[in-house]
């Protein structure tokens, strides 16, 4: 059986750095065989040669990564690259996607779980998102920027040489409220040690829930920006009857799925001495079984959503009935 090609999804809102990022990663003396898809509508092309009339163009370049340059579906691409690496055209063992600065990524994302042949040949490893720190409020202003950070594995700030640390110390307060689970990182005129992009493992069941606030003994500031998409952590020590938990995540995706972004919970099921982990995107997602709790641990569970306009009061009150016997 053939090892899954990863998947790394990079979006951001226009003139964040994508584009400059993209280059150091295609140019760059690393040793990995990476392929990237690039669209037409990105603000800058990687290789304005590759744009022509052909709704695909691939060109492999000098260190050995591979360019797909597209103008229409992305799964049309997906499957030309699968054809030429199965006839030893082109060789590669690494994807990254770049999603057009208005793009949502929500589309691309559920493209790896939907197609099943697709799902059997990739796998989406994370989404990374690059964040303009001179333009971010700017930028956040609009649905679809807080959207690319929502739905982040991880967030890079660009540009942090021409803010000030204040406004930097700021924005950084203001994305960890939008999503709590994105690790956030700086990267350096498109420079980053590749190791932070790759390997992210965001979209694995695993008990790494990625939660980059942690609790914290000092007061909370409340914040002056009314964003559309936050973060909510729930946790209790009170085992969870799986039938119960089955109908509270069917309930709240039939009616709110198209608003959960990104969702994932590691649970301590009544009966049972293995964790239980979920995750999902929108109405899709998956769940397994984990190792066993340690004697020694606190059996906790822990579920975070980030969603758009968050149903709050709803989740909680759900949640609140799970726990009660």
């Not at 006839?87 to 770049?98: K, M, P, Q, S, T």
């Amino acid at each position: 059986m053939q090892t899954p090609i990863p998947v790394t999804v990079l979006t951001g809102f226009l003139g964040a750095g994508k584009t400059t990022l993209l280059k150091y990663m295609l140019k760059a003396e690393h040793g990995l065989k990476i392929a990237v898809i690039e669209n037409e509508f990105s603000e800058a092309g990687i290789d304005s040669q590759l744009l022509g009339d052909e709704p695909v163009q691939v060109m492999t370049l000098a260190n050995g990564c591979v360019c797909c340059s597209i103008h229409g579906d992305l799964t049309r691409a997906l499957y030309l690259l699968l054809e030429r690496l199965d006839a030893g055209e082109i060789v590669f063992d690494r994807l990254v996607i770049e999603c057009t600065g208005l793009a949502d990524p929500a589309p691309v994302a559920q493209t790896f779980f939907i197609d099943e042949e697709l799902r059997e040949r990739y796998i989406l490893d994370g989404i990374i998102t690059l964040v303009d720190a001179v333009h971010a409020d700017l930028h956040l202003t609009q649905a679809i920027a807080q959207a690319q950070v929502g739905f982040a594995d991880r967030l890079l700030l660009s540009k942090t040489d021409l803010a000030e640390p204040d406004a930097i110390d700021a924005l950084r307060e203001r994305l960890a409220r939008i999503n709590g689970r994105a690790a956030i990182r700086v990267v350096e005129h498109g420079c980053i040690d590749l190791a932070e992009l790759l390997d992210v493992r965001g979209f694995n069941l695993n008990p790494d829930l990625g939660l980059s606030v942690k609790p914290t003994l000092r007061p909370v500031l409340k914040s002056t920006t009314a964003d559309r998409i936050r973060t909510l952590v729930l946790r209790t020590e009170m085992p969870l009857d799986i039938d119960r938990l089955s109908d509270f995540m069917n309930e709240l995706l039939e009616t709110h799925g198209k608003q959960l972004l990104r969702y994932k919970g590691v649970l301590n099921i009544a009966g049972e001495d293995r964790r239980l982990v979920f995750q999902g995107v929108l109405k899709l997602y998956g769940f397994d079984w984990d190792s066993e709790w340690l004697e020694s641990e606190e059996r906790e569970s822990v579920m975070v959503f980030i969603a758009d306009e968050l149903p709050e009061e709803k989740i909680r009150a759900g949640f609140e009935a799970l726990t009660q016997s």
